[in-house]
């Protein structure tokens, strides 16, 4: 690709990001839908998959230790799929209760978050913000393995947004979109059987976020779960809203905000 070529494909992808894109047909949403399905549920594929999730957990911690004046130090990403985000300031108070509280949410509402951009149109942007908080993660990860995995997706997303069809680029920014919103609640369920293998055998040292917040809060950790798990789900169900009701056609009040159209009369 030459100079002009390069700044062709510069501007063209600029124009994008402030305007809308023709819908993927509804076919794409739906296979789309179901290879997520496959990503999340199948458990050989998930050991690869869950890093993304994680990513976007710590990820989650991340950013609301910043946006309540914590200071972040590092973010460390490990080839078992967990993850640490170390940050510094009070150990209590709502600052921390609210940095502890953010990771698990944060994969399902991020996928929320780009079904609402999808379901607007705004693919190309959905793309780029994605390489954007993937660039702002990268510059706190402080190990080689994590380093590599939010390198090597930010890579991807930036080949296929560069690179790709239309039809290629909406089949990833459609997949991505709901991977993050199946894949809300498995953590949630791996939390808990975690918790519970944990405390029958160690049950004053549980170190998850939920017994962290229990201790934060005084308010039990199973509760913590399930409010959690109330997230993924209503997520699920808002963003999967989104996806469909805009490619199929079928009209989903609570997710669009409008009334349907009432069905027409055929006389008797």
């Known amino acids: 690709m030459d100079r002009a070529e390069l700044v062709d494909r510069g501007a063209s992808i600029a124009d994008r990001l402030t305007t809308t894109q023709v819908p993927p047909p509804w076919w794409l949403v739906v296979v789309t839908g179901l290879v997520a399905l496959v990503l999340v549920a199948y458990g050989p594929l998930w050991r690869i998959t869950r890093n993304v999730v994680t990513i976007a957990h710590e990820g989650g911690h991340a950013l609301i230790a910043l946006l309540t004046g914590r200071r972040l130090d590092s973010i460390t990403l490990h080839s078992d799929t967990s993850g640490l985000t170390v940050s510094s300031g009070k150990p209590y108070g709502p600052g921390m209760i609210l940095t502890a509280m953010a990771g698990y949410p944060a994969p399902p509402l991020l996928g929320l978050g780009f079904a609402a951009l999808l379901g607007a149109e705004r693919i190309t942007l959905m793309l780029w ?4 908080l993937l660039a702002a993660v990268l510059i706190k990860v402080r190990n080689v393995y994590g380093l590599c995995t939010v390198f090597a997706l930010a890579a991807t997303i930036f080949a296929v947004s560069w690179f790709g069809t239309d039809t290629v680029q909406a ?7 709901w991977f993050l919103l ?31 917040l229990a201790g934060l809060t005084r308010i039990p950790g199973i509760l913590w779960v399930l409010f959690f798990g109330a997230i993924a789900v209503a997520a699920l169900v808002v963003g999967g809203g989104l996806l469909l009701s805009d490619a199929t056609g079928v009209c989903i009040p609570v997710v669009s905000g409008e ?10």
């Open 182 to 212: 199946l894949a809300g609640a498995r953590p949630v369920i791996e939390l808990q059987r975690g918790r519970s293998r944990r405390l029958r055998n160690t049950p004053h040292n549980v170190g998850s976020d939920a017994d962290q």
């Open 171 to 177: 089949a990833v920014a459609f997949l991505g979109a």
């Open 259 to 268: 009334s349907c159209p009432a069905p027409a009369s055929t006389g008797g």
């Open 129 to 132: 913000t994605s390489i954007v």
